[in-house]
């Protein structure tokens, strides 16, 4: 069964910075696209960033510049380093691992940024 752990999630000041990681209990990482998604409490869940075809990134036009996604396949495990945060990125942040039609999530990691 597939599993994937995030953790690093938590209160932070506007301004602050977070590093989000995910960790997959998965035979063969590499071959997956590897994302971050969130849902803020009303909203649809919308992707963040992502990491296709083993390198190519790509970011919503709301984080570009602060946000850095990343992954280490020996660790199986995805990064999201967030800075110069702001209390719209308040959320919960999902990891999520696509192949074709395989798609895995991870439980969600509550980030809230506010004063």
């Known amino acids: 069964q597939v599993q994937l752990v995030e953790s690093g999630g938590g209160l932070v000041q506007p301004g602050g910075s977070l590093r989000l990681s995910c960790v997959a209990s998965?035979?063969?990482?590499?071959?997956?696209?590897v994302a971050w998604y969130r849902q803020a409490p009303g909203n649809q869940r919308e992707l963040v960033a992502r990491?296709?075809?083993?390198?190519?990134?790509s970011y919503i036009d709301s984080v570009k510049g602060r946000f850095t996604i990343s992954r280490d396949n020996a660790k199986k495990t995805v990064y999201l380093q967030m800075n110069s945060l702001k209390p719209e990125d308040t959320a919960v942040y999902y990891c999520?691992?696509?192949?074709?039609?395989?798609?895995?999530w991870g439980q969600g990691t509550q980030v809230t940024v506010s004063s």
């Open positions: 990491i296709i075809s083993g390198s190519v990134t």
């Open positions: 998965i035979s063969i990482f590499s071959i997956y696209d």
């Open positions: 999520n691992l696509q192949r074709t039609i395989r798609s895995y």
